[in-house]
């Protein structure tokens, strides 16, 4: 399969497409969007990553990764709706977070989404203490993953 990239914003027209998409499948599956835990207006280029996925031009994934802290980047977003574009982007965004110097990422799932947690398990994540927000919900499952350097 032939996929493409750009690195883009949060602003980027096919970036909310299907991320409105990813929040409208979130919704109906867990009756929460995830809209709350993604602020555009906090993304930073110079920590923080954008990426559309596209084939044959159609974009067709999308994700992004945040500053977590000073070696730690958290997955947000993330969203494909085409088989292997998925793994094509987290593969991108794994080494993009490695060129900006974090040494981990780490993201949080609702644990009915089984897809979204076996596609990250599949992927080298494994579940960790949970951060942030998720502290005190049993809804959410976080996981991480040691990233190459």
Same mark, same amino acid.
């Given at each position: 399969? =032939?996929?493409?990239?750009? +690195?883009?914003?949060?602003?980027? &027209?096919?970036?909310? /497409?299907?991320? @409105?998409?990813?929040? $409208?499948?979130?919704?109906?599956?867990? =009756? !929460? $969007?995830? +809209?709350?835990?993604? =602020? @555009?207006?906090?993304?930073?280029?110079?920590?923080?990553?954008?990426?559309?996925?596209?084939?044959?031009?159609? @974009? *067709?994934?999308?994700?992004?990764?945040?500053?977590? !802290? $000073? &070696?730690?980047? &958290?997955? %947000?977003?993330?969203?494909?709706?085409?088989?292997?574009?998925?793994? #094509?982007?987290?593969?991108?965004? &794994?080494?993009?977070? *490695?060129? %900006?110097?974090?040494?981990?990422?780490?993201?949080?799932?609702?644990?009915? /989404?089984?897809?979204?947690?076996?596609?990250? +398990?599949?992927?080298? #994540?494994? +579940?960790?203490?949970?951060?942030?927000? #998720?502290?005190?919900?049993? %809804?959410?499952?976080?996981?991480?993953?040691?990233?190459?350097?």
């Amino acid at each position: 399969m =032939q996929f493409t990239f750009r +690195e883009t914003t949060p602003s980027d &027209e096919d970036f909310l /497409n299907l991320a @409105a998409e990813l929040s $409208s499948e979130l919704r109906a599956l867990t =009756q !929460d $969007s995830g +809209e709350s835990s993604f =602020q @555009a207006d906090s993304f930073s280029v110079a920590s923080d990553i954008c990426l559309v996925v596209y084939q044959h031009e159609k @974009a *067709v994934a999308c994700g992004s990764f945040r500053k977590h !802290d $000073s &070696e730690t980047c &958290e997955l %947000k977003r993330m969203y494909s709706k085409h088989r292997g574009a998925g793994s #094509y982007l987290i593969n991108l965004l &794994e080494s993009y977070a *490695v060129n %900006k110097g974090y040494k981990r990422s780490v993201l949080s799932t609702r644990k009915i /989404n089984d897809s979204a947690v076996c596609f990250y +398990e599949r992927h080298g #994540y494994s +579940e960790i203490s949970a951060y942030g927000k #998720y502290v005190h919900t049993n %809804k959410s499952v976080c996981l991480g993953k040691s990233l190459a350097t």
